[in-house]
């Protein structure tokens, strides 16, 4: 089973920028659908978008418009680029396969705050 990891949180100002990155341990493209999920404290997990190996993406309504999911085949990695960051995108990122049953990574920090 293909291994996704999480990097690139950090500690950002509000109105700044972020990118993440998820890193496949195998052919990125065997996964069916990659998915961003974020959880704030106290707060339920939510699904932020997804981009599926033919390419089509989605986004939840509270990032549409800041955030980018793109893709890099040759480098086995999908990224989240998360622009005009608003205290409320802290949360602990994730990426994972949309399948139920793949596996949690230990996610990535993002803290939106001056």
């Known amino acids: 089973q293909v291994q996704l990891v999480e990097s690139g949180g950090g500690l950002v100002q509000p109105g700044g920028s972020l990118r993440l990155s998820c890193a496949a341990s195998?052919?990125?493209?065997?996964?069916?659908?990659i998915a961003w999920y974020r959880q704030a404290p106290g707060k339920d997990r939510e699904l932020v978008g997804f981009?599926?190996?033919?390419?089509?993406?989605n986004y939840a309504d509270s990032v549409k418009g800041r955030f980018t999911i793109s893709r890099d085949g040759a480098e086995n990695k999908v990224y989240l680029q998360m622009n005009s960051l608003r205290p409320e995108d802290t949360a602990v990122y994730y990426c994972?396969?949309?399948?139920?049953?793949?596996?949690w990574g230990q996610g990535t920090q993002v803290t939106v705050s001056s």
């Open positions: 195998g052919n990125i493209f065997s996964i069916s659908t």
């Open positions: 981009i599926k190996a033919g390419g089509y993406i």
């Open positions: 994972k396969d949309l399948d139920p049953d793949a596996p």
